[in-house]
């Protein structure tokens, strides 16, 4: 099972902290099994959230590839010399 992400940690422990007040000051219980029940209504949707946030995907990296329709050109023709290179005499 794979290690949970550190957007997974925040999003989830933000959702129970937020979720659990929110829904006591709601309800404005005060008894022991109210906040029991909201306590574990709260995990279990930061659970579900902490879950269900995106995991980053492994980049797929491009390849690059040489046209198709090009066709290899000649040394020759693509030196653009028509004529032997002269060399100077140093003097």
Known sequence: MPRPTPAQLVYGSCTVIFSTL???LLSQTSSGVGIAVIAVS?????????????LPRPRVVAVEQPARNEAP?????????????RERAAS
């Open 22 to 24: 929110a829904m006591l």
């Open 42 to 54: 709260a995990l279990a949707l930061g659970l579900l959230v902490a879950m269900t946030v995106p």
């Open 73 to 85: 050109v000649p040394a020759a023709v693509a030196s653009g010399a028509s004529e032997p290179v």
